[in-house]
């Protein structure tokens, strides 16, 4: 069973918030800093974290569904850029596994 199944809308905001604060703390760029693949990871990690800090303003402002979204959205960056390889998440509790 779901265990945010029965939650409001803002309880699931702040659970993907600190699911994906934890997210964009652990994550770690694989490639080699000054490549080609460690700008892109860096940009992988830029959109997270704009969307993230949205996130927080939205949920501030009491827009708990636009900031579920956009922590959503945030985690995705993540996850999209280990299914790329540019990014390293070894918690596959958090992480989405390769």
Not at 32 to 39: L, N, Q
Request: proline share 1%; with cysteine; hydrophobic share 45%.
């Amino acid at each position: 069973m779901n265990e945010m199944a029965g939650c409001s809308v803002k309880e699931k905001a702040e659970k993907y918030m600190q699911v994906t604060g934890r997210a964009l703390r652990e994550v770690e760029i694989t490639a080699e800093k000054g490549s080609r693949e460690f700008a892109l990871a860096e940009k992988f990690l830029a959109m997270a974290r704009d969307y993230f800090g949205d996130g927080k303003y939205y949920l501030e402002k009491g827009d708990s569904a636009t900031a579920l979204a956009a922590f959503a959205y945030a985690h995705a960056w993540i996850d999209a850029g280990i299914k790329a390889g540019a990014l390293d998440g070894k918690d596959e509790s958090i992480f989405m596994p390769r």
